[in-house]
């Protein structure tokens, strides 16, 4: 479960430090989301540390007692929180945890609107924006 994690992890803090499209299917509203995130403050790199410190004590905790690798199907809980981070217009539980543990603000504008992560046993999946297809992040053995 550490590689997923890692990957998790390292996935939303890229997120929360880069340029990030804010696609929820309207151009109009699109266009208002993005130009309302890009005049936010950025995180500092010790907020995106402590960010990415936090998450992964929070999805450690969390996945501990729902990881079963030996699972005939590795996707069985994946909607469980902790499997499961999502942005709709603002960030899961667990997502905003771990921004307000790093002190950061505006973290409901910061992260990419529309986005849905799947943490799996072998497999990190996530999807940013409306309609937007999976992504692979991490895959045991690739």
Known sequence: MNKEIEAAVGWWKQALSSFVFQDNGDPLQTAMATWRRDRQPKPTPQQLDDFASAMTALLTASLRDGWDKAKADPNWGCATEGRSLYVDYGP?????????????????????????????????????????????????GK
């Open 92 to 140: 899961s539980g667990i997502l905003l945890m771990a921004a307000e543990m790093a002190g950061i603000r505006y973290g409901t504008t910061l992260f990419p609107i529309k986005t849905s992560m799947h943490i799996n046993p072998g497999k990190v999946t996530a999807k940013q924006g409306y309609g937007a297809p999976d992504k692979v992040i991490y895959e045991e």
